[in-house]
Each structure stands twice: as C-alpha cells, then as structure tokens.
C-alpha cells in the first residue's frame, strides 16, 4: 500500500502540531494552561485593579506597579504566539513543499532541497488529533502530517500503516 501526500505545512498546520505535542505529557498541559489562560485572567484582574485605583488620589501613585505585571501577563501569549512563527521560520529548509510517499516499507519525503528515507523502525511512537498526524523519530523531533490534505481513506490507511509498522519501545 502506498500514500501519496503532497502539501505544504503552514503555520496554522504548525501551531496545530504544538498543540497535539503539548497534550503528550502533563507537564507541558500545565504550562500551555498557566500560560495561555491563567496569566491573561490574572493579567485582566491587574489591570482592572489598577483601573479602580486610578480614581482613588491616595494610590494614584502605585498604578503604574499594578498596570505593569498586568500588561506583562496578558502579552505573554501575544509573545508566545510571536516566538512559535519566529521557530516556525527558521525551521523551514526551503519554499515548505512536501511531497510525501508512505509505504509498508519506508517513508520518503522530498522537497525542492532534500531526499529522505526513513525505515518505519526508526519512528517511535505517532499521535494524531482531528488536525494533524505526528510521527515521532525522537521525543521532540516529528514529522507532522496535515489531515487536510488527506481524503478519508488516506487517514485510514495512514492509521493502520502507523498502528502496524509502529513497535512499541520497552522504557
């Protein structure tokens, strides 16, 4: 059996793979919530605390101490966001065109710069979500496959390649 994909990773695809990477472990659940929900809340709580000291004369002077860390809290996303398009970038080796070939026997890839081959015993471990497959050559290195260019049967198949081809590793 043989799956022909073709597409280029964007950084939607990118920040969709981050996502499903970051539900792998519990400790990586906790920061993704402290950051992205935790300190904006905290961050909003500030920031309207500073409001209502505004208006009161004696504690004018101390709004700018509340407004700050409250600021600094709510950008952190906004800082986050900006730090995965910066990686995204630079982790990108050509125009972003894959052609993808997944077979019983190896995974090829090929773009405008590079070739490779990659034995199925050398992938660890795959995880998938609603958006995107993850093959996992190392804890942090992966080859993320959109499911957006795959017709249903084509991520059945790449299920079932996954499920067979992949050999659980003894810890």
């Known amino acids: ?12 695809d990118y920040l969709n793979a981050m996502r499903l ?13 402290i950051t992205f929900i935790v300190y904006p809340i905290a961050g909003a709580i ?13 504690s004018r ?5 509340v407004a700050a860390p409250g600021i600094f809290l709510i950008a952190l996303p ?16 050509d125009d972003g065109n894959v052609s993808l070939n997944v077979s019983d026997e190896v995974i090829h ?9 990659i034995a199925w015993n050398a992938v660890q471990s795959f995880a998938e979500d609603k958006h995107v497959f993850m093959l996992y050559l190392a804890p942090a290195k992966f080859i993320a496959i959109p499911k957006r260019i795959c017709s ?3 991520i059945d198949e790449l299920r079932s ?5 992949i050999q659980p590793r003894a810890e």
Request: net charge positive; proline share 1%.
């Open 161 to 165: 390649l996954c499920q067979r081809c």
């Open 152 to 154: 249903a049967q084509q």
């Open 61 to 65: 002077s101390n709004v700018a101490f």
């Open 109 to 117: 890839s090929e773009s405008s710069n590079t070739r490779t081959d």
């Open 1 to 12: 059996m043989l799956i022909h994909l073709e597409f280029t990773l964007t950084f939607h």
């Open 46 to 58: 500030f920031i309207s605390l500073s409001i209502s000291m505004a208006n009161d004369p004696q």
């Open 78 to 93: 906004l800082y986050q966001r900006d730090r995965l398009k910066r990686c995204y970038k630079r982790t990108r080796i």
């Open 21 to 33: 990477h970051t539900r792998r472990s519990w400790w990586r659940r906790f920061v993704h919530l």
